[in-house]
């Protein structure tokens, strides 16, 4: 078991008083005057500050002789995806043109409303708009192989090829005679430091980001500009590729990602993310050192900026660059992801070791 640093104490109390979900999972509050122990996410009173100890996993808090809490349950798995939704995306992914109506669901046993607020919370969008982004994907990849945009409209189960229009331009931002670009696959991926937002081409992953990162949007927008792309949720081999890793990653027995990327950038922004690959697993390096091992001529505040722009978090590792003195420094992920991330690959190379 890896031992991992908790956030500020200010930040997780404010998360357990906003009951904030990026947080659940990451730590558990002990409440002194009680003996419970509780999710962030718990929708019990709040305690005081002061009656509030931090524990990084339920297993600590239980250790500390804290019970769990009946109402937020914490020895349970995190925001596990129920097994009917989980049979649900397996169905989906195997045939994305599937429609289902409120009474196929409830024939399975699935609650409409409850899978509304499912795909809302985990996917930002209806289960609705979430089958219409699949099948949409689908469509494009006929489009793009050559296909007619009658035979995309109909294979893919739409009733009427104005409808099928609207609703492609909408995703795309083109109409579907004119759908020359890419289309980047998305999907989420659970870590233990909260969800990653994935996604990939036909080259490799290009976009892997923490979902509550301050830039995201920035981030889509920019990507989709650059790849000249539509963003569609759905499964791609790349992705499953990178999950698989990342989770070994985050159990600490994979040291060097081989999945393979999409570094497309400027040609200094590319050179940048490259040399920061260099960088080995457990160590770190100032962005003075970056810099010149880049060459000299490039500045160090260019070779930082180039730092922050880089998309694909954790497997370009722009969490290894310090400050010269060894300090952390900003990180778009939140510096406390930053430090947890250093410690766990020194944590496991001492383990390493130890074996
Ligand atoms: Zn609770």
Request: charged share 0%; aromatic share 12%.
């Given at each position: 078991m890896i031992e991992r640093a908790l956030p500020e104490p200010d930040i997780l109390y404010r998360a357990l008083v906003e009951k904030d979900a990026a947080y659940d999972g990451l730590f558990f509050a002990g409440i002194t005057t009680t003996g419970i122990f509780c999710r962030p996410v718990c929708t019990a009173r709040k305690p005081k500050r002061n009656h509030v100890v931090f524990y990084p996993s339920a297993r600590d808090a239980l250790l500390a002789g804290y019970r769990p809490c009946k109402v937020c349950r914490?020895?349970?798995?995190?925001d596990e995806t129920p097994q009917a939704v989980r049979a649900l995306l397996a169905d989906l992914g195997a045939d994305p043109t599937l429609r289902l109506k409120d009474a196929d669901l409830r024939a399975r046993g699935i609650e409409p409303a409850g899978l509304r607020r499912w795909f809302k919370k985990h996917h930002g969008m209806t289960f609705q708009g979430y089958q219409r982004a699949l099948r949409l994907g689908v469509a494009f990849g006929q489009l793009k192989q050559g296909g007619s945009t009658t035979a995309a409209a109909f294979d893919t189960g739409w009733e009427s090829l104005s409808g099928f229009g609207e609703a492609f331009k909408a995703l795309t931002g083109a109409a579907p005679s004119r759908a020359a670009g890419a289309l980047i696959t998305v999907a989420r991926i659970e870590t233990p430091l909260g969800p990653m937002l994935a996604g990939a081409v036909e080259g490799g992953v290009c976009l892997l980001e923490f979902v509550d990162r301050r830039m995201i949007e920035t981030q889509i927008m920019r990507l989709k500009k650059l790849f000249r792309a539509a963003l569609v949720p759905g499964r791609n081999p790349h992705l499953d590729r990178l999950a698989g890793e990342l989770n070994r990653y985050f159990e600490g027995t994979l040291r060097e990602f081989t999945v393979p990327l999409d570094l497309r950038g400027t040609p200094f922004q590319t050179r940048v993310w490259e040399a920061l690959r260099g960088?080995?697993?457990?160590a770190t390096r100032s962005y003075g050192e970056q810099a010149r091992r880049l060459g000299g001529a490039s500045s160090v505040r260019a070779v930082a900026r180039a730092n922050g722009d880089n998309r694909i978090a954790v497997i370009v590792p722009c969490h290894r660059v310090v400050g010269a003195d060894g300090a952390l420094t900003g990180y778009g992920g939140g510096l406390w992801r930053k430090r947890w991330l250093l410690d766990h690959e020194k944590a496991s190379l001492c383990a390493a070791k130890r074996r």
């Open positions: 914490p020895t349970a798995p995190p960088i080995p697993y457990g």
